[in-house]
């Protein structure tokens, strides 16, 4: 969903809210900068259940005011840490994220620009932003698109004040306090898309990593309830310990018994992690697929995704594919099958439509076509890499260009043109952006166009982790020299506005990057090639 404020006296305001997520835009006026100590935000949720209106957390403080932040107490609870909000300790920037937020809730954000000398900071009523923004569903029956992320931020300050940076009781118990913090919906998510399987319906499942036993039981369990339940897997037999088969084992399922499981073994490596619902046993209707390997670390550890797809020509065409894998066909064979299946996109796919795109490929041409249309965007680019960026790709994020480019290096594997944009493009799926996984490896990825729930859900993640990381990497690097203090302590002054207003800086066209209206699209200049 998007909002935007109402213009105060110089000041302006936008926000994007996904599942668990709401980012808030601002930006002022040359003028109204001068003195400005910093932004207070109050949040309330609306509707019943709702709470009232709390000043929302503040990360940093004033030195002058709390000269040792790390060692400051709650007064009426001397064994908790004092809490700091932002009506005292105002945020320093002109992006905000609201990590906290509940699905398909909604909240009111009161957003006050803050000045004066800290300690006795004033704003002025006629400054105020408001927003009312209500967070997405992560499903409902007739949904086309559900999208998942976990939380991918282990190491977490978090994490450590809920849990004590103790690792889950029960890994496999999808009920432990801390598999639940850790997943965020992303596990349960997949046991529900199995477990609300009816009898008499069909599972094909495509699976690289084969391991967690929630998941691998839940199948099981489905079988037992009549579903026909089929599995393609990475065959391990060759590998220590013998993951896959010995999970499969576990859960007592068999191996490569060729009616239940078949065992994939004739390319590089077999990536895929999807599984196809089929109505009645024999009509594709969803898709559930993504970056999240069925393992504990996938779910758990590594920054991942899951993507449930309801759409019947989506749903039809993995289910041939998967029929493809299953065969276990030599590469010249899963080349000529999965070309023949999804051949390369045009330069601009058709209006709110959803590509798919399977591999292995003839060629790594695809590459290619992601980079043109890195290079066709008219606001900006957001990319994750698992493994870096491959060299086919490096001069499209590389030139020199007017729009923003966001990249870093987690394991989900995706690529957001233009998701301000009304007519956005999200590309998403098991596939790293390579040439190995286009040529070797068996890969499925989706190209979405048009979908703006989609694109915001995505782009409002990636802000997430991004901020994540690059505040830590921040902090170990000042920590590093000698110069923590900057990275717990806030400007007294404005000067903490001028790297957002010199120009062509970093900070600044990122400001400029949500108001700046662009001159064209990606699909217009995707056009003209």
């Known amino acids: 969903m998007r909002v935007t404020a109402t213009p105060a006296r110089g000041?302006?305001?936008?926000?994007?809210?996904?599942?668990?997520?709401?980012?808030?835009?601002?930006?002022?006026?040359?003028?109204?900068?001068?003195?400005?100590?910093?932004?207070?935000?109050?949040?309330?949720?609306?509707?019943?259940?709702?709470?009232?209106?709390?000043?929302?957390?503040?990360?940093?403080?004033f030195k002058s005011i709390v000269p040792d932040p790390k060692n400051a107490l709650d007064p009426n609870d001397p064994k908790k840490r004092q809490r700091f909000d932002t009506k005292d300790f105002p945020i320093q920037s002109f992006?905000?994220?609201?990590?906290?937020?509940?699905?398909?809730?909604?909240?009111?954000?009161?957003?006050?620009?803050?000045?004066?000398?800290?300690?006795?900071?004033?704003?002025?009523?006629?400054?105020?932003?408001?927003?009312?923004?209500?967070?997405?569903?992560?499903?409902?029956e007739g949904a086309s698109h559900g999208v998942w992320f976990n939380r991918g931020a282990i190491a977490s300050q978090k994490f450590a004040e809920e849990f004590g940076n103790a690792a889950p009781k029960n890994i496999d118990d999808p009920t432990d306090p801390e598999v639940v913090w850790l997943s965020r919906g992303l596990l349960e998510a997949c046991l529900n898309y199995i477990r609300e399987t009816p009898a008499g319906d069909g599972l094909r499942v495509a699976a690289y990593e084969f391991t967690y036993a929630p998941i691998l039981n839940e199948l099981k369990r489905a079988i037992e309830r009549g579903v026909d339940v089929q599995i393609a897997y990475h065959d391990t037999s060759d590998a220590p310990g013998q993951p896959n088969e010995t999970a499969l084992q576990t859960a007592g399922l068999p191996v490569n018994d060729q009616k239940t499981t078949f065992r994939r073994s004739r390319t590089k490596i077999p990536h895929n992690k999807f599984?196809?619902?089929?109505?009645?046993?024999?009509?594709?209707?969803?898709?559930?697929?993504?970056?999240?390997?069925?393992?504990?670390?996938?779910?758990?550890?590594?920054?991942?995704?899951?993507?449930?797809?309801?759409?019947?020509?989506?749903?039809?065409?993995?289910?041939?594919y998967w029929k493809l894998v299953k065969t276990d066909p030599e590469l010249a064979g899963a080349r000529d099958g999965a070309?023949?299946?999804?051949?390369?996109?045009?330069?601009?796919?058709?209006?709110?439509?959803?590509?798919?795109?399977?591999?292995?490929?003839?060629?790594?041409?695809?590459l290619g076509w992601y980079g043109r249309r890195m290079l066709d965007s008219a606001n900006s680019v957001w990319f994750t890499a698992a493994f870096g960026v491959t060299a086919e790709l490096v001069d499209p994020i590389a030139e020199r260009r007017d729009q923003m480019r966001f990249v870093f290096f987690v394991h989900t594997k995706f690529l957001l043109i233009d998701p301000l944009s009304d007519d956005p493009l999200v590309c998403s799926g098991s596939a790293n952006f390579s040439p190995d996984s286009l040529l070797e490896n068996d890969e499925n990825m989706?190209?979405?166009?048009?979908?703006?729930?989609?694109?915001?859900?995505?782009?409002?993640?990636?802000?997430?982790?991004?901020?994540?990381?690059?505040?830590?990497?921040?902090?170990?690097?000042?920590?590093?020299?000698?110069?923590?203090?900057?990275?717990?302590f806030l400007d007294e002054t404005d000067g903490w506005t001028d790297s957002y207003f010199k120009p062509n800086s970093v900070k600044a066209n990122r400001r400029l990057m949500f108001f700046g209206p662009p001159k064209t699209t990606w699909f217009a200049n995707a056009a003209t090639r």
């Open 95 to 140: 992006l905000w994220g609201d990590y906290g937020a509940a699905p398909d809730t909604a909240y009111r954000f009161r957003i006050l620009p803050m000045y004066g000398k800290p300690g006795a900071l004033t704003s002025d009523p006629q400054d105020e932003l408001r927003l009312e923004i209500k967070t997405e569903k992560e499903w409902e």
């Open 11 to 61: 000041f302006e305001a936008k926000s994007y809210s996904g599942t668990h997520t709401v980012l808030v835009a601002l930006n002022c006026t040359e003028e109204r900068r001068k003195g400005l100590t910093g932004f207070a935000f109050e949040r309330e949720m609306i509707g019943p259940g709702g709470t009232g209106p709390k000043w929302l957390r503040s990360q940093k403080v």
């Open 446 to 488: 989706l190209l979405i166009r048009g979908d703006t729930r989609v694109a915001d859900i995505y782009m409002t993640e990636f802000d997430r982790v991004f901020r994540h990381f690059y505040f830590r990497d921040i902090a170990n690097e000042l920590a590093a020299k000698g110069d923590e203090a900057a990275a717990i």
């Open 275 to 320: 599984i196809v619902r089929l109505k009645g046993g024999t009509d594709p209707v969803e898709v559930w697929t993504g970056s999240t390997n069925f393992t504990a670390s996938g779910f758990l550890g590594q920054t991942n995704v899951g993507h449930r797809v309801a759409d019947s020509a989506t749903a039809k065409q993995y289910f041939e």
């Open 339 to 366: 070309m023949a299946l999804t051949p390369n996109p045009a330069e601009v796919i058709s209006e709110r439509s959803i590509v798919r795109l399977f591999s292995p490929r003839k060629t790594a041409e695809l």
